[in-house]
C-alpha cells in the first residue's frame, strides 16, 4: 500500500488459532476500503503466525510483525509504532467485527472532529457461553452511547471495550501509547483520557461479537482482576473528583466498599464516614471509620465543608434505587456524588 490507509486496524495475536481465520474473515470484509490490518504475533507456538501469514501473502492490507513473546501490552505498543492510519481500531484475535464497523465509526469522526474515542454496541457470544452477569454487563455498556453517560459512569467500570474502540494515532501519541501500571491498560487509558477532558462517543448499532471462552486474556491475566480495576479506579478518583475535596463518604461498608477504600485510603483520599442500610454494620467502624445510618446522609453534607459521596454497592438493582434517593436529596451527580460499582 503505497499511500496511508485512513484506518489502522491495530490486532495482537497470541495462540489464535481456532478463533483467527474467522477473525481476519471480518475484517477483509468490511465497507471501508482505505485500511491496514497491522496483525501483531506476540511468539504464538499454536501456529497462529503460520495463517497470519498465509493471509497476508493474500491480501496485501494485512501486515505480519512477528514478535517474541513479551505480553498483550507490550504487543499493542509495538503495533502502534507500526500503525500508518490517520484513525486506529482496535480489534482481538478471537471476536468478529461487523462489516460496517469501521466505515460508520471512521464517519463519526468526520462529522465530529472534536471526538476523540469511538465505540459500538456489543453482543456477546455465543449464547449458551454467555453467563447472566455478561448479559447485565453487556446491557450497562450498550446504555451508554453519549459521551455524557460515558462520563458519568466511567468509574463503575470500563466503559469502553476496548477491542471495539477507534481512536486517531494522533490522540495515541498525545497519550503515549498504553501504560504499564500492572492493571487493565486500556481502562487507564479511558480515564486518563476522560481526566484531560476527551470526548467519547458509541455508534448505536451492534457492530462487535465479543467471544466468551475461558481462555479469554480477561480471566486469564493477573492486571484484569477486580483488585487491579480498584486500584486504577482510586487513582483517577483522587486525581479527578476528589481533587480538592475536604470531605469523602463512601454509601457501603460491605465488600466493595471496604475494598475501593483500602485504596482511596493508600492515596491520600479523606474518607471521613460510611453509610450503610444494613443495621448490623452501623455502629461499627471500617478502617477506623465510623459506619452510620443512611438517613443520616442529609445531616453530614450539611457542611459548609465540600464533600463528595461516592456509591459503592454492587447489589444488582441498588444503582438506580441509590440514584433516586439521591436525587430527592438534591444532590447532583458527578458533582455531588459518584456512583463506583
Known amino acids: 500500500m503505497s499511500t496511508a490507509p485512513r484506518v489502522s486496524v491495530l490486532l495482537p495475536v497470541f495462540n489464535a488459532r481456532p478463533f483467527l481465520d474467522e477473525c481476519l474473515r471480518s475484517l477483509t470484509q468490511q465497507t471501508l476500503e482505505e485500511l491496514e490490518i497491522v496483525a501483531v504475533d506476540d511468539g504464538s507456538t499454536d501456529g497462529s503466525a503460520e495463517i497470519l501469514e498465509s493471509w497476508s501473502e493474500s491480501d496485501s492490507r494485512i501486515r505480519v510483525l512477528r514478535r517474541p513473546h513479551l505480553g498483550h501490552l507490550a504487543a499493542l505498543n509495538a503495533g502502534l509504532q507500526a500503525c500508518r492510519g490517520e484513525l486506529v481500531a482496535r480489534m482481538d484475535a478471537d471476536d468478529v467485527t461487523h462489516p460496517e464497523r469501521l466505515r460508520l465509526q471512521a464517519a463519526a ?34 446504555g451508554l452511547l453519549s459521551h455524557e453517560l460515558i462520563m458519568r459512569d466511567r468509574f463503575i467500570e470500563s466503559p469502553i471495550p476496548h477491542p471495539t474502540a477507534m481512536v486517531p494515532r494522533a490522540t495515541f501519541r498525545e497519550f503515549g501509547g498504553y501504560h504499564d501500571h500492572g492493571w487493565p491498560e486500556d481502562y487507564d487509558l479511558w480515564l486518563r483520557m476522560a481526566h484531560a477532558g476527551k470526548r467519547f462517543l458509541k455508534i448505536p448499532e451492534t457492530l462487535y461479537y465479543w467471544r466468551e471462552h ?25 486525581a479527578g473528583p476528589l481533587r480538592g475535596v475536604g470531605r469523602v463518604i463512601v454509601w457501603g461498608a460491605g465488600q466493595t466498599g471496604r475494598r475501593l477504600s483500602k485504596h482511596l485510603i493508600r492515596r491520600g483520599a479523606p474518607i471521613e464516614v460510611f453509610i450503610d442500610i444494613d443495621q448490623e454494620k452501623v455502629g461499627r467502624t471500617l478502617r477506623g471509620r465510623p459506619i452510620v445510618r443512611a438517613e443520616s446522609l442529609a445531616e453530614l453534607l450539611d457542611s459548609r465543608m465540600r464533600t463528595v459521596l461516592l456509591v459503592a454497592v454492587s447489589s444488582r438493582g441498588a444503582r438506580q434505587i441509590i440514584r433516586d434517593n439521591l436525587a430527592k436529596l438534591r444532590l447532583r451527580e458527578t458533582h455531588d456524588y459518584w456512583i463506583t460499582a
Do not use: I, Q
Not at 456489543?122 to 450498550?142: C, I, S, T
Open 214 to 238: 475461558s481462555s479469554r486474556l480477561t480471566r486469564t491475566d493477573a492486571r484484569y482482576a477486580l483488585e487491579k480495576f480498584l486500584a486504577c479506579k482510586a487513582r483517577y478518583l483522587v
Open 109 to 142: 469522526f468526520e462529522a465530529d472532529p472534536e471526538l476523540s474515542v469511538v465505540s459500538c454496541k456489543v453482543k456477546h457470544f455465543p449464547d449458551e457461553a454467555v453467563a447472566e452477569g455478561f448479559r447485565v454487563y453487556e446491557e450497562w455498556l450498550n
